[in-house]
């Protein structure tokens, strides 16, 4: 069974800025898409970055375009989520999902292993 940890949450002032890692017990890491997800609460569970296999292909959610980047070290069996300029809407659990196959998803359903989460929390 694929374990995905993630790590990097925390409580951060509005603008600051924070590096989520999610590593793969997977040793096909590098053949998985991968995402971060976000929950808030009383919300749904939200798509926010994606990734191929690869790593050539990325997507994002328009509220996070232009200040989060998703990128991801196969070497290492490591996705990351660089979160720059954040909001206090940014305040959610953060989950790593990942999907067998290459192909980049963006909806929950389209995922099928998921990590626990880690909670960030934007001050403002």
């Known amino acids: 069974q694929v374990q995905l940890v993630e790590s990097g949450g925390g409580l951060v002032q509005a603008g600051g800025s924070l590096r989520l890692s999610c590593a793969a017990s997977?040793?096909?890491?590098?053949?998985?898409?991968m995402g971060w997800f976000r929950q808030a609460p009383g919300k749904e569970r939200e798509f926010v970055a994606g990734?191929?296999?690869?790593?050539?292909?990325?997507r994002y959610a328009d509220s996070v375009k232009g200040r989060f980047t998703i990128s991801r070290d196969n070497a290492k069996n490591t996705v990351y989520l660089q979160m720059n300029s954040l909001k206090p809407e940014d305040t959610a659990v953060y989950y790593c999902?990942?999907?067998?196959?290459?192909?980049?998803?963006?909806?929950?359903?389209?995922?099928?292993?998921w990590g626990k989460g880690t909670q960030v929390t934007v001050s403002s």
């Open positions: 999902a990942g999907r067998w196959g290459g192909v980049l998803v963006t909806s929950t359903g389209g995922m099928d292993f």
């Open positions: 997977e040793r096909t890491f590098s053949r998985n898409a």
């Open positions: 990734i191929n296999s690869s790593g050539w292909n990325t």
